[in-house]
Nanobody
Framework: QVQLVESGGGMVQAGGSLRLSCAAS????????MGWFRQAPGKEREFAAR??????????YYSDSVKGRFTISRDNAKNTVYLQMNSLKPEDTAVYYC????????????????WGQGTQVTVSS
């Protein structure tokens, strides 16, 4: 498994931007597909974005709620995955988690085997 640590969360006004980072330990980072999930108070953890492992060409996939506003990317040399969040809305307020998976096309929490501790994102109106 890979150990993950998120950073970059904070408070921002609606319409603003944040970039989350997720640093991974271990030499197998490039072999994992990576995802970002989020969980708002009282709600289930939901999928936000996914990027394939390096061998798949790094293909990306987004939930409808973030498509066009969020961009996931990875830097295998730095063992880091990013989530650039633009045009933020109050409904984006949540704890954001990065996660790693070996499940092809996996997009549910159960498909991901390693998780970070989460970083809080708060968007004020």
């Amino acid at each position: 498994q890979v150990q993950l640590v998120e950073s970059g969360g904070g408070m921002v006004q609606a319409g603003g931007s944040l970039r989350l980072s997720c640093a991974a330990s271990g030499r197998t980072f490039s072999s994992y597909a990576m995802g970002w999930f989020r969980q708002a108070p009282g709600k289930e953890r939901e999928f936000a974005a996914r990027i394939g492992r390096s061998g798949s060409g790094g293909s990306t996939y987004y939930s409808d709620s973030v498509k066009g506003r969020f961009t996931i990317s990875r830097d295998n040399a730095k063992n880091t995955v990013y989530l650039q969040m633009n045009s933020l809305k109050p409904e984006d307020t949540a704890v954001y988690y990065c996660a790693a998976t070996n499940v092809p096309y996996g997009r549910t929490p159960g498909d991901f085997s390693s998780w970070g501790q989460g970083t809080q994102v708060t968007v004020s109106s």
